[in-house]
């Protein structure tokens, strides 16, 4: 995901990186909609893997992740979706909680996302003090390790997060959970600018980026530009497979046009 990054900077602009969770609508239906984001234009593709107790996702995703584990998808299917990025010819990584990845197996886990052409894992609700066991295992394979911080953290806390960061760093835009929301506020410009500071060589930001508009005013300042919730929408609005795969593609070239006229 690093070099992605760096070939969007080459080109004078921030990478835009879509997320989509595994098996909405069906496990075979996320990977087309996967391989149609990055054929839209995504530079990069945060996989999403259902789990039932989250942390960060708001409504939105949370509502096609239930229908994924309704649906029977399982942790090992993330790699189809990584899979399906990969041959599409993009770079992905896994957004995932902690707890699904260690009853997995830690060190099968990176393991497999390796084989699968994986870059790396984000993990939001494990924290940097608590991550030596993921730590190693994702070094040896090869794997990112993200982590975040927010318009919260203190610039201590933000040191210590970019030194254990591996891939790139997420800052969240907003406090809260993920959701599409009306404006983006000041504070992730200001969070970059802390991160930076602090040692930080690729900052995205996430959370709330909804529009074109958005995605230009964030790639202004940041070296990437996650979208999740804003994509998610397409499919949970367009049961028809052919319609939302139209949604989708669309909405990627509205954001992806956003991040080419930020600077």
Known sequence: MIAAIDAAKAEGRAALIGYLPVGYPSLDGSCRAIAAMVEAGVDGVEVGLPYS?????????????EAALQRGVRVRDVFAGVRAA?????????MSYFNPLLQYGLERFAA????????????????PDN??????????????????????????????????????????????????????????????????AAGASHVCVGIGV?????????????????????????LLDNPDEAAAL?????????LAQGVRSAR
Request: aromatic share 4%.
């Open 86 to 94: 990969v041959d599409a010819g993009a770079p992905a990584v896994v």
């Open 210 to 234: 909804t529009t074109g508009e958005h995605a230009s005013q964030v790639g202004a300042y940041a070296d990437g530009v996650i979208v999740g919730s804003a994509l998610v929408r397409t």
């Open 53 to 65: 107790d989250p942390s960060m996702d708001g409504p939105t995703v949370q509502e096609a992740a």
């Open 246 to 254: 139209d949604a989708l593609r669309a909405k990627v070239a509205e």
């Open 112 to 127: 497999d996302l390796a084989a699968a052409g994986g870059a790396g894992v984000i993990l939001p609700d494990l924290t």
């Open 131 to 196: 991550a030596d066991e993921w730590l190693a295992a994702a070094r040896r394979h090869g794997i990112e390790t993200t982590f975040l911080v927010a318009p919260s953290s203190t610039q201590e806390r933000i040191h210590f997060t970019v030194a254990a960061t591996t891939g790139f760093l997420y800052a969240t835009a907003v406090m809260g959970v993920t959701g599409e929301r009306a404006t983006i506020g000041t504070a992730a410009e200001r969070l970059v600018r802390d991160s930076r």
